[in-house]
T-cell receptor
Framework: GENVEQHPSTLSVQEGDSAVIKCTYS??????FPWYKQELGKGPQLIID?????GEKKDQRIAVTLNKTAKHFSLHITETQPEDSAVYFC???????????FGKGNQVVVIP | GAVVSQHPSWVICKSGTSVKIECRSL??????MFWYRQFPKQSLMLMAT?????????EQGVEKDKFLINHASLTLSTLTVTSAHPEDSSFYIC????????????FGDGTRLSIL
């Protein structure tokens, strides 16, 4: 099955700086890659996703890039704010299979 | 749009009782819903895939008689933890996606289950 690795496990950034989280996946058939933000005591919230037919997608301060050849995708958060502090999960699934394989999560701490 | 409501948000009960958790898609129809379990500071562990009108598909190692899943309509799935014991204490989260493949999945806010 699909195996998703997520690095680093913890990331601290100064407010206003950028944060980058990288994930790698093992199954070349995977073609859908969402990113979720989870705040303490809540369920994961979908913040952005990308499909394998594009290499980059942006939504305001958040962007995701996908490298199918290297089988990795990254989340970029620019101009970080304290409210960006949370755990971020990447995931992957393949066509015809709605099951998501999640990474282990990344704790992002934005220091005011 | 794409709101998933999960109820209750917190349950404390005695060992041996059964607990039912509801997951509703409020503004879309979901033929498939998923149930996850999450331990503190860990990732989401898929327990089962809930299919509307048919039996759920359980992941390896998940006891289907322990975790009963019912998906009676396109907007409601329930998870019942039967004869709960302290080791069943966890954070249970459901998700639902629109109809079709690789549709974005949206999560409920989870249920914190504590068995005394």
């Amino acid at each position: 099955g699909e195996n998703v690795e997520q690095h680093p496990s913890t990331l601290s950034v100064q407010e206003g700086d950028s944060a980058v989280i990288k994930c790698t996946y093992s199954d070349s058939a995977s073609n859908y890659f969402p990113w979720y933000k989870q705040e303490l005591g809540k369920g994961p919230q979908l913040i952005i996703d990308i499909r394998s037919n594009v290499g980059e997608k942006k939504d305001q301060r958040i962007a995701v890039t996908l490298n199918k050849t290297a089988k990795h995708f990254s989340l970029h958060i620019t101009e970080t704010q304290p409210e960006d502090s949370a755990v971020y999960f990447c995931a992957a699934s393949s066509y015809g299979n709605n099951r998501l394989a999640f990474g282990k999560g990344n704790q992002v701490v934005v220091i005011p | 749009g794409a709101v998933v409501s999960q109820h209750p948000s917190w349950v404390i009960c005695k060992s041996g009782t059964s607990v039912k958790i509801e997951c509703r898609s409020l503004d879309f129809q979901a033929t498939t819903m998923f149930w996850y379990r999450q331990f503190p500071k860990q990732s989401l562990m898929l327990m089962a895939t809930s299919n509307e009108g048919s039996k759920a598909t359980y992941e390896q190692g998940v006891e289907k008689d322990k975790f009963l899943i019912n998906h009676a309509s396109l907007t409601l799935s329930t998870l019942t933890v039967t004869s709960a014991h302290p080791e069943d204490s966890s954070f249970y989260i459901c998700s639902a996606g629109g109809q079709g493949t690789n549709q974005p999945q949206h999560f409920g806010d989870g249920t914190r289950l504590s068995i005394l």
